[in-house]
């Protein structure tokens, strides 16, 4: 089983940085993939960005050069950087992660945190 925590997030002007974390804990194998989403009131959750164990990152385009995500495997967390923020990107941010409760990959199931909210105002 494994839990996720998200922190993080607040309030800040467009063209401001956030800097999220997400802290795994539980018991656990290893997490494989590891991705931020997002969801605005109203809208449908998006992939913002992701991360494999391998340290091999994926980005939505809206975020393409403006947010950085890492991982540390020694710690269990992934971070997300997000500067030139714009108040699109405002929504409630959650941390996602596929991980193995076992050896086998027949184990690996996907987690949710609970999420942190992020306003961007103009």
């Known amino acids: 089983q494994v839990q996720l925590l998200e922190s993080g997030g607040g309030l800040v002007q467009a063209g401001g940085s956030l800097r999220l974390s997400c802290v795994a804990s539980?018991?656990?194998?290893?997490?494989?993939?590891m991705v931020w989403y997002r969801q605005a009131p109203g809208k449908q959750r998006e992939m913002v960005a992701s991360?494999?164990?391998?340290?091999?990152?994926n980005y939505a385009d809206s975020v393409q050069g403006r947010f950085t995500i890492s991982r540390d495997n020694t710690k269990n967390t992934m971070a997300l950087q997000m500067n030139n923020l714009k108040p699109d990107d405002t929504g409630v941010y959650f941390c996602?992660?596929?991980?193995?409760?076992?050896?086998?990959?027949?184990?690996?199931?996907?987690?949710w945190g609970q999420g942190t909210q992020v306003t961007v105002s103009s």
């Open positions: 991360i494999t164990r391998g340290g091999t990152t």
């Open positions: 539980g018991s656990f194998f290893s997490l494989e993939n």
């Open positions: 996602n992660t596929l991980a193995r409760t076992g050896i086998s990959y027949g184990t690996a199931k996907p987690y």
